[in-house]
């Protein structure tokens, strides 16, 4: 099969050497395997600059979300009451999750242009005295927005409540503090910015919050508690463990720090990011989010407003390029998202801008780039709202 480059927000591209670590197969018991296992929960805490006395990592089967659902059904106590904050297609999930669980909660909303203000948040905690946790998304994949998780944390440790971030796209991808930003527990899956295969995603939970959850889990399998109690009993996950994914995981991170760790690889991404939007640019394209909010992870674009325009026509023709982007996922603007993270460089970004161009002749529209100016075309990508 030729190579596809997922400019994508997951599944993302990984190296070949993290795809090869996967070819043994390992026994649940076996005492390499638990070692491993060891092993890539110390990492993990490393990462995030935590301390092993007061947090832990706790790998938990399935994709990320089965981590944000682990949480919210193990942490919530049967008289608690989760605030979630939504500017998004993640925040609205979190919110979808404690509907389906019945937990008491109440939801913030704010535009999905703009992130959430800590003001907003310490006004809604006062006046509903009874939450006891907020919940809210760091990087929105569905724009590529940031949301101030820092200044959020400092209230709701202020108002004495616990704190989840969803940091699924960002952690790996931007060096995070989540004991400095009061974050109790911080949820993130090993195939977004840590570059592994899908199959598994993690906690990092703040110890002693963990403890007091004694009794609150609603589900079985995604117990959250006693997971943690298993792997410290015996290191061992409480059902099958995706052993596979667990030796590309420990190779993704032997690569991480073979990059130079997190700050190198924001450096990557980051690069990646801003070649595109240049290139971009240059095709026409605007950009739907402001750029203060904007984060390297992943961008919006907004559909240009041509005659000849279909996503579907395009996302076709990028495919058969061997270059996957992704659909919007806005509620209030045509959008298609183009993701820089995972195993990729100015290289690939490059080859992308150039089957962008391409795309764009087959289907007739054609670009300032090569010469021609159409009403379509942004002038300055100020991330505005759109011509369309
Ligand atoms: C990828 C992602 C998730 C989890 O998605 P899965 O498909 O369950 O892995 C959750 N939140 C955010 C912000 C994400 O980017």
């Not at 990087?139 to 989840?164: F, H, K, Q, W």
Request: overall charge positive; charged content about 20%.
């Amino acid at each position: 099969m030729p190579r596809r480059i997922l400019f994508t927000p997951g599944p993302l591209s990984t190296s070949p050497t993290v795809k090869s670590a996967m070819q043994e197969d390992l026994g649940s018991r076996d005492r390499s395997f638990l070692e491993i296992v060891a092993q890539i929960r110390r990492v993990l805490l490393e990462v995030a600059h935590l301390d092993p006395e007061r947090y832990c990592a706790i790998p938990m089967q399935g994709s990320g979300t089965f981590s944000v659902e682990a949480v919210l059904s193990s942490v919530v106590p049967r008289n608690g009451r989760v605030l979630v904050l939504v500017n998004g297609a993640y925040g609205r999930r979190m919110a979808n999750i404690c509907q389906r669980l019945s937990l008491p909660h109440h939801v913030l909303e704010c535009s999905e242009r703009s992130p959430h203000d800590p003001a907003m948040v310490e006004a809604t905690l006062d006046a509903a005295p009874d939450t006891s946790h907020v919940a809210v998304v760091h990087c929105e994949t569905s724009t590529g927005l940031l949301n101030p998780v820092r200044d959020i944390g400092a209230v709701v440790a202020r108002a004495g409540r616990s704190y989840l971030v969803d940091a699924m796209s960002s952690f790996g991808g931007m060096d995070l503090r989540p004991e400095r930003w009061n974050v109790d527990y911080l949820v993130s899956s090993a195939n977004k910015c840590l570059e592994g295969v899908p199959g598994f995603a993690f906690v990092l939970a703040r110890k002693a919050a963990l403890r007091e959850s004694e009794g609150h889990a609603r589900s079985l399998s995604l117990d959250l508690l006693e997971q943690w109690k298993g792997l410290e009993r015996n290191g061992q996950f409480r059902f099958t463990p995706p052993t596979h994914c667990l030796l590309a995981f420990r190779q993704a991170l032997v690569e991480l720090e073979q990059e130079g760790g997190v700050k190198a690889r924001a450096a990557r991404y980051r690069a990646n990011h801003v070649l595109l939007l240049r290139g971009m640019r240059q095709l026409g394209f605007r950009r739907y989010l402001p750029p203060e909010n904007q984060s390297h992870v992943i961008t919006s674009f907004l559909y240009p407003a041509h005659p000849r325009w279909s996503f579907q026509r395009f996302y076709d023709e990028l495919n058969s390029r061997g270059m996957v982007i992704y659909p919007g996922k806005v509620s209030d603007a045509d959008c298609f998202r183009i993701g820089t993270i995972g195993r990729m460089d100015q290289q690939d970004v490059r080859a992308l801008l150039r089957a962008v161009g391409e795309t764009m002749t087959a289907m007739g529209m054609d670009s300032p780039a090569q010469g021609r100016q159409h009403s379509w075309a942004g002038e300055g990508n100020t991330g505005g709202p759109g011509p369309a």
